[in-house]
C-alpha cells in the first residue's frame, strides 16, 4: 500500500509530539516535513528524541507546501494558525486534518467552499478519542428522553478556548433532537456573574481550568426520580491518536469539509 506523506503542524506541542509518535509507529503514514515557529532548516530528530525521523522543519507554511511533495497537513496548534495553515494547505492540494478547536462560523463555511472547490478532503474535529465522540453520539441520543441537561468540561490550565470545542459540538448535537427550553427556575438569579456557566439553547455549559487535567467531560441529565450522568476522561494524549490516524486515512477519500470525527466513524 502506498504511504500517506503527512506534514505535521505543531510538532513541538505535547499534541504534536504525540503525533510525531503516531506516525512513526505507523506501517501506512509517512512524515515529510514539519512546521513551528522555531528550528527552521533543523531535522525532526534534532529536538525529538525521535532518531528515524530526518524531515525537515520549516518556519514558513508557504514554503514548506511549495517545496514539499505532501497528501495531508495534520495540524495540532492554535485556532489563528490553524486555520491559516488549513488554508494554504488546500490552496497547495494538500488534504488538512485539523485538531485545532476555535474556528468561527464563517471560517469553517469559508474553508468548506475551498475544499470543495478544489475536491479537496478536509477534517475538523474538536476531540479525535473515538471515546469522546462515542460520548457525544450517546449524549445525543439520551437528549431525546432527558431535555434537562448541563455539561461540565474539564481541561488542562494552557487551554486557550472555553468552552471548549468538545462541550460547544455536544451542545450542538444536543439541540438537533430536543426542544429548546431554559433549564433552573424561571426567576432564577445569579448572584455572582457566570455562576451557571455559558448558555446555549438553554443548556448551560461549565468550564473547569487545572493544572493535572487533560480532557474530561460529564454531560449531566435531570429527570423526576432520577438522573444519567455520561462522561468520558483522556488521561493522556496518546487517547488522539487513533482518532488522528482514522482521520488522516479517511481524508484521502473525501471532496469536501467534515466537521467532527463522529462523521467518519461507523
Same mark, same amino acid.
Given at each position: 500500500?502506498?504511504?500517506?506523506? &503527512?506534514?505535521?503542524? !505543531? ?6 509530539? #504525540?503525533?510525531?509518535r503516531m506516525? +512513526? /509507529? ?14 527552521g532548516?533543523?531535522?525532526v530528530?534534532?529536538?525529538e ?11 514558513d507554511?508557504e514554503q ?6 505532501a497528501?495531508?497537513l495534520?495540524?495540532?496548534?492554535t485556532p489563528?494558525?490553524g486555520?491559516?495553515?488549513t ?10 486534518? &485539523?485538531?485545532?478547536? !476555535?474556528?468561527k462560523?464563517?471560517?469553517?463555511? #469559508?474553508?468548506r467552499?475551498?475544499? +470543495? /472547490? ?7 474535529a474538536?476531540?479525535?478519542?473515538v ?7 450517546f449524549a445525543k441520543w439520551?437528549a431525546k ?9 474539564k481541561?488542562?490550565d494552557?487551554?486557550?478556548?472555553a468552552p471548549?470545542?468538545?462541550?460547544v459540538?455536544t ?5 438537533e433532537?430536543?426542544?429548546s ?5 424561571p ?7 457566570g455562576?451557571?456557566g455559558?448558555?446555549?439553547?438553554g443548556?448551560?455549559i461549565?468550564?473547569?481550568r487545572?493544572?493535572?487535567l487533560?480532557a ?11 438522573s444519567?450522568t ?9 487517547s488522539f491518536?487513533s482518532?488522528?490516524e ?6 484521502m477519500?473525501l471532496d469536501t469539509l ?5 462523521n467518519?466513524?461507523?
Open positions: 500500500m502506498k504511504s500517506i506523506k &503527512v506534514i505535521v503542524a !505543531g510538532p513541538r506541542g505535547k499534541m504534536g509530539s #504525540e503525533a510525531l506516525i +512513526e /509507529s505507523s506501517e501506512t503514514l509517512e512524515l515529510v516535513a514539519c512546521l513551528d515557529r522555531k528550528n532548516g533543523k531535522q530528530k534534532e529536538i528524541e525521535l532518531p528515524n525521523m530526518d524531515a525537515m522543519i520549516y518556519e507554511a514548506c507546501f511549495s517545496e514539499i511533495d497528501d495531508v495534520v495540524d495540532l496548534t489563528e494558525y486555520y491559516k495553515h488554508k494554504l494547505a488546500l490552496q497547495h492540494n494538500i488534504r488538512p486534518v &485539523v485538531g485545532t478547536t !476555535g474556528f462560523p464563517e471560517q469553517l463555511e #469559508e474553508l467552499e475551498l475544499a +470543495e /472547490s478544489k475536491g479537496l478532503g478536509t477534517i475538523i474538536p476531540n479525535f478519542a471515546g469522546a465522540v462515542l460520548m457525544m453520539q439520551a428522553y432527558f431535555p434537562d441537561v448541563e455539561i461540565i468540561e481541561h488542562h494552557q487551554k486557550l478556548d471548549s470545542g468538545t462541550a459540538k451542545a450542538e448535537l444536543i439541540e433532537v430536543r426542544e427550553k431554559q433549564q433552573g427556575h426567576e432564577e438569579k445569579e448572584t455572582m456573574q455562576a451557571r455559558a448558555n446555549h439553547d443548556i448551560h461549565h468550564s473547569v487545572l493544572p493535572g487533560v474530561h467531560q460529564e454531560v449531566m441529565f435531570g429527570s423526576p426520580g432520577q444519567l455520561i462522561k468520558h476522561d483522556s488521561y493522556h494524549r496518546g491518536m482518532g488522528v482514522m482521520a488522516v486515512k479517511e481524508v477519500r467534515v466537521y467532527g470525527l463522529e467518519i466513524m461507523e
